[in-house]
């Protein structure tokens, strides 16, 4: 049986500003989903797909893909599991294309709650596996700005950029040497990536904002001081917040909090980033957020 893993992703800039060409700076985790394949030539035309969550079952569903049924569940999650195998038979030129059988199973290293990337590796993997183009598997699946899909097949700290109907890549390293001062805490719940795009994208485009961002980002990638390194973020959060009219996470739940806090990715759950501080542990934890993690166990 072949295997196939993809890193998860933390977006460190531009959250949904790269949407509209701002320069992000996007981050991998040690923690990500493999995919595991095996064909068999048999004559039935059947997939077997199995999805575990941390080696746990979550999801069984048998297909037979000469007709697209799904033969034992009924299921949202299941359908989407057809959706996304359809196209890739759409664009492979390889899968799913004699009668021949599938056995594939997947397994989620990180909680389905993280806001990890659990759409954006199964794509990857999908794509690598069928050998198609991941950013097209994406789109026609579920659409996004794609630097998380950047991130799982480069499998590295990325600089991400769309400009018009063309994707800046570059693969950069990212390791400052104040990386043991930094932390990241998750806010107990998963948020919903498409309302938040959505409300960014109910506002008039400022393309002064996108151009702030970018240079935020290009500071940031040169950034060797903590203390500039903490007054970007707290910057980046600001113009954010106003511009979205949505209050910032550090004034929602830590407005006495010493130091910055910036949300990551979708506003309103999954991961912040912030810096340790005297008493941060016992900080955190009373405000209910005891999920804190240090550089090293997140990012790979």
């Known amino acids: ?3 196939i893993f993809s890193p998860g992703k933390l977006l460190l800039t531009s959250e949904y500003a790269v949407l509209d060409g701002a320069l992000a700076l996007a981050l991998p985790t040690k923690l990500g989903q493999e995919f595991f394949f095996e064909e068999i030539e048999d004559g039935n035309s059947h997939i077997s797909w199995i999805a575990l ?13 000469r007709n697209w049924e799904i033969i034992n569940a009924n299921i949202p999650e299941a359908a989407f599991i057809l959706k996304v195998l359809k196209n890739v038979q759409q664009l492979s030129s390889i899968r799913f294309k004699g009668n021949n059988s599938y056995l594939l199973r997947t397994n989620l290293q990180f909680p389905a709650n993280f806001g990890l990337g659990s759409s954006s590796t199964l794509m990857n993997n999908l794509a690598e ?3 198609v183009d991941p950013f097209r598997l994406n789109e026609i699946s579920l659409g996004g700005s794609g630097y998380d899909i950047a991130v799982a097949k480069e499998k590295s700290a990325i600089l991400y950029q769309n400009s018009g109907n063309e994707r800046f890549i570059e693969k950069v390293v990212f390791n400052p040497d104040f990386r043991n001062d930094l932390i990241f805490i998750h ?3 998963k948020q919903d990536s498409r309302e938040g795009i959505n409300l960014y994208r109910s506002k008039e485009k400022s393309a002064t904002l996108i151009e702030e961002f970018s240079n ?6 040169n ?3 903590l203390e500039k390194f903490s007054e970007l973020m707290g910057i980046h959060e600001r113009k954010l917040s106003a511009f979205l009219g949505i209050t910032a996470v550090k004034e929602k739940y830590f407005e006495n909090c010493p130091v910055f806090v910036k949300s990551l990715g979708a506003w309103g759950g999954d991961f912040v980033l912030s810096r340790k501080f005297s008493g941060f542990q016992d900080y955190f934890s009373g405000k209910g957020f005891s999920a804190i993690f240090e550089w090293d166990d ?3």
Do not use: F, P, R
């Open 53 to 65: 969550h941390q080696e746990s079952l979550w999801l069984n569903v048998q297909i037979e893909y």
């Open 187 to 189: 806010l107990n719940q």
């Open 129 to 131: 596996w069928a050998q």
């Open 1 to 3: 049986m072949g295997k």
């Open 216 to 221: 935020i980002t290009k500071e940031l990638l």
């Open 223 to 225: 950034c060797k001081d």
């Open 298 to 300: 997140l990012i790979g």
